[in-house]
């Protein structure tokens, strides 16, 4: 545990964009598969082994397990790919902002499937700026998770779009509706001391070491967990479904980053949260209702996706 705990606070010292971890976004794909209607799993039966990592997810899985433990590890692909050799990152900041300009701004925008092997990391959030000590905003710009949920759960609908890249599209799907339901992947906070931003709380220290990497949104992005196993997702997955009920349909993926904005900005901005850069030290009382804000929204995010899915692939 302390080697995995280690491993992600090195990922996230070069990373701010990364949700949930792996056991969170598995989470939310495992909620979502209790709720899939029998024809969606039955095409996701069908979509799921073109992906690259198939043969790698299901090895020594039974045959009857095997679509809903890829349905489950699909989840992750989209970080996955962000340690693959084999993919590239385009854009500035390392990739997580999008090309501005030329053939790079276009390539930003396509929905190839699998031919493509660009990593894609301005895809995993919008980031709606505020501040409340009046810095000046700089607006987010296209493409973001918004753009790409809707272009995804189009093509995934659309019976003109190859399999191939209705497969892509699912493990993205997957993933950044997991991403817009993490706080942190809704907003950025503009401070005096932080005048571009703080990158969705990944400039917000938790500690004062100076090799300590902790940061607010690595904070919320562990309330899950940090395992990697798709036991643990199920288990998580029955642990946040106990005494709930089905939630009213939703279907807007601009109501669902708008929800993440307002909790972001009232209860993880919030005391022992100050108004700069930290570091700051958090609190029995703010860890604890961080966890129930969690468990609320990988509820939702998990029954959002399965209606998606069920929607698309009807």
């Given at each position: 545990m302390l080697l995995r705990l280690i491993s992600v606070f090195v990922l996230f010292a070069a990373s701010p964009a990364f949700a949930w971890v792996d056991e969170g976004h598995m989470?939310?794909?495992?909620?979502?598969?209790?709720?899939?209607?029998?024809?969606?799993?039955?095409?996701?039966?069908?979509?799921?082994?073109?992906?690259?990592?198939?043969?790698?997810?299901?090895?020594?899985?039974?045959?009857?397990?095997?679509?809903?433990?890829?349905?489950?590890?699909?989840?992750?692909?989209?970080?996955?790919?962000?340690?693959?050799?084999?993919?590239?990152?385009?854009?500035?900041?390392?990739?997580?902002?999008?090309?501005?300009?030329?053939?790079?701004?276009?390539?930003?925008?396509?929905?190839?499937?699998?031919?493509?092997?660009?990593?894609?990391?301005?895809?995993?959030?919008?980031?709606?700026?505020?501040?409340?000590?009046?810095?000046?905003?700089?607006?987010?710009?296209?493409?973001?998770?918004?753009?790409?949920?809707?272009?995804?759960?189009?093509?995934?609908?659309?019976?003109?779009?190859?399999?191939?890249?209705?497969?892509?599209?699912?493990?993205?799907?997957?993933?950044?509706?997991?991403?817009?339901?993490?706080?942190?992947?809704?907003?950025?906070?503009?401070?005096?001391?932080?005048?571009?931003?703080?990158?969705?709380?990944?400039?917000?220290?938790?500690?004062?070491?100076?090799?300590?990497?902790e940061n607010l949104h690595l904070f919320w992005d562990m309330l899950i967990g940090t395992g990697d196993t798709v036991a643990a997702a199920q288990a998580d997955a029955t642990a946040i479904s106990q005494g709930r009920f089905a939630p009213a349909p939703s279907p807007d993926e601009k109501t669902w980053i708008a929800e993440s904005t307002a909790i972001a900005e009232v209860q993880v901005y919030a005391p022992p949260i100050g108004p700069g850069k930290g570091p700051y030290v958090i609190d029995d009382a703010y860890r604890a209702n961080a966890r129930v804000v969690a468990y609320d929204r990988v509820w939702l995010a998990g029954n959002r996706l399965a209606e998606l899915i069920n929607d698309a692939l009807k």
């Amino acid at each position: 545990m302390l080697l995995r705990l280690i491993s992600v606070f090195v990922l996230f010292a070069a990373s701010p964009a990364f949700a949930w971890v792996d056991e969170g976004h598995m989470a939310v794909a495992a909620i979502a598969w209790r709720h899939l209607d029998p024809g969606a799993k039955q095409r996701v039966a069908t979509l799921l082994p073109l992906n690259p990592s198939y043969a790698a997810w299901t090895r020594d899985v039974p045959e009857a397990d095997r679509t809903e433990t890829a349905f489950i590890r699909a989840a992750t692909w989209p970080d996955e790919i962000k340690k693959d050799a084999t993919y590239q990152d385009d854009g500035p900041l390392n990739g997580f902002e999008a090309p501005r300009s030329g053939p790079g701004a276009a390539a930003s925008l396509r929905n190839i499937g699998y031919a493509d092997h660009l990593r894609h990391k301005y895809w995993h959030f919008l980031d709606v700026p505020f501040s409340r000590d009046r810095t000046k905003l700089v607006p987010t710009r296209p493409p973001n998770a918004q753009t790409q949920i809707a272009t995804f759960r189009a093509a995934l609908k659309s019976p003109k779009v190859s399999d191939d890249i209705k497969s892509y599209d699912l493990a993205w799907l997957e993933h950044l509706v997991g991403d817009i339901h993490q706080p942190m992947h809704a907003i950025t906070r503009f401070t005096r001391d932080l005048p571009d931003g703080d990158a969705g709380g990944g400039l917000v220290s938790l500690c004062a070491t100076p090799n300590c990497h902790e940061n607010l949104h690595l904070f919320w992005d562990m309330l899950i967990g940090t395992g990697d196993t798709v036991a643990a997702a199920q288990a998580d997955a029955t642990a946040i479904s106990q005494g709930r009920f089905a939630p009213a349909p939703s279907p807007d993926e601009k109501t669902w980053i708008a929800e993440s904005t307002a909790i972001a900005e009232v209860q993880v901005y919030a005391p022992p949260i100050g108004p700069g850069k930290g570091p700051y030290v958090i609190d029995d009382a703010y860890r604890a209702n961080a966890r129930v804000v969690a468990y609320d929204r990988v509820w939702l995010a998990g029954n959002r996706l399965a209606e998606l899915i069920n929607d698309a692939l009807k």
